[in-house]
């Protein structure tokens, strides 16, 4: 995450964005090397760590789910979906998905419901860890990006503080979304909508705030200056990010 990198910079963020968090491929000397590294390592984990973990047959259908996945990222998950591309069944993909959790290779983020069952069987949307593996534009990559130092700060605050607290996102029936919540005790305290350029106010946001008073933040990517917008925060991503 953002916050583990000493005196991180615009600098930073584009390494990060580019290349992930693991040490070999973000202090490589190259893109190449960092790209090669990488290559070995998607590789090594399917070939491996997954087929180790449980007795999984078909080793194209595993491969091929883990590389859409990666062109996915910040899309609801619909495992009806992906079974049809992989061609087999949404259970089978299901499972592909939570052995990939319990690897640590992709979290989700599931829509904020107080019943905390229903929350967790609605469609979420998945990340990785390593936002190196995304395939994707820069705001693909960028959303994961944050994404991942939410969810360190959610396991921080935690494990520190001992409060319980979630990373979520909200969505209506209709279609409204905004990308994070954070839940402390089952409270939503902030909206967060990651922007990768985009330094007009979220729609989306202003209207979830309007309706349910959460205090929100904008965080933009590449943002000249930060300001309020009513009680809304518009933040430049690093500003915001470090100091998680």
Known sequence: ALSEIPDPDDTTVERL?????????YLAETDTDADRWRLQYVDGLIRTDLLDFEKIHDFRAIQLTLELLRERVGS???YSSLA???GVAPNTIKRYVEILEALFIVFRVTPHHR???RSLLKDGKLYFYDTGLVRGDDGARFENMVAVSLLKHVNGVEDQLGRRMAL???????GREVDFVLVVEGNPELMIEAKLSDQSMSRELQYFHARY???AVQLVRH???ERMEGDIQIRSALSFLKTL
Request: proline share 13%; hydrophobic share 30%.
């Open 76 to 78: 609801p998950v619909s």
């Open 168 to 174: 979520h996102l909200l969505r209506t029936k209709e």
């Open 115 to 117: 019943n905390i069952a």
């Open 223 to 225: 943002l000249r200056t």
């Open 17 to 25: 964005l580019r290349r992930g968090g693991f040490p070999e491929p």
């Open 213 to 215: 008073g959460i205090p």
């Open 84 to 86: 049809r591309d992989v």
